[in-house]
């Protein structure tokens, strides 16, 4: 009788090995659940669906919203708030709210091409729309960006937009642009997300 103890040998360490790794890989995978979950927390007090998907009720995101609001984040932003610079950028925003709302036409003239320094917004340029300045940021594909890039100062334009949104660093309402005309012609329109909207 012939044996291959050698062959044997690597079957029976292959077969305990086996099970023992998938083991310890659930484990492992199932503690890093754990903490990713753990470290998440609400970056802001705005917005109503958490990262799990279900939708927070108005009781639970009040109580979110004053937990943030103690937090030095919260406490710095209250008083950006009630401060001059605060007030200016709300108002900014209340005076373009119908157009954002209704997605209509705002006549914009181009101030700036650049954004304020320390600017970490990407790409955009700045606006004067009634007197009040701007941010216009938008998020292009390489293609639509020589077209952007074609714009000047002085250049009027017709901007359209879902929103505005602010944040103590800037002392301006920040505008999403989706759409621009100039000249009777769109020079930028937001391409679609990939998967949705």
């Not at 009720?57 to 008083?79: C, H, I, Q, Y």
């Not at 605060?86 to 900014?92: C, E, L, M, S």
Request: charged fraction near 25%; proline fraction near 7%; aromatic fraction near 8%.
């Amino acid at each position: 009788m012939k044996f291959k103890p050698v062959k044997n040998i690597k079957k029976i360490i292959y077969a305990l090995l086996l099970p023992l790794v998938v083991v310890s890989g659930a484990v492992f995978a199932n503690r890093e659940i754990k903490n990713e979950t753990s470290k998440k927390s609400i970056p802001k007090p705005s917005g109503g669906v958490p990262s799990g998907g279900v939708p927070l009720s108005t009781a639970e995101r009040n109580a979110a919203l004053k937990k943030w609001e103690a937090t030095p984040d919260g406490v710095m932003f209250k008083k950006w708030e009630a401060s001059p610079a605060g007030k200016k950028v709300y108002a900014g925003e209340a005076k373009i709210r119908k157009h954002i709302s209704a997605f209509t036409n705002m006549e914009a003239v181009v101030t700036s091409l650049s954004l304020p320094l320390g600017s970490r917004l990407g790409f955009g340029v700045m606006v004067r729309i009634n007197g009040d300045d701007y941010i216009v940021k938008f998020e292009p594909e390489k293609s639509q960006l020589e077209q952007l890039q074609s714009l000047k100062v002085n250049d009027k334009i017709i901007i359209r937009s879902h929103s505005v949104s602010h944040a103590p660093k800037y002392a301006y309402p920040i505008v999403s642009g989706e759409y621009v005309e100039r000249d009777g012609k769109i020079i930028f329109k937001r391409a679609p997300r990939k998967g949705g909207c």
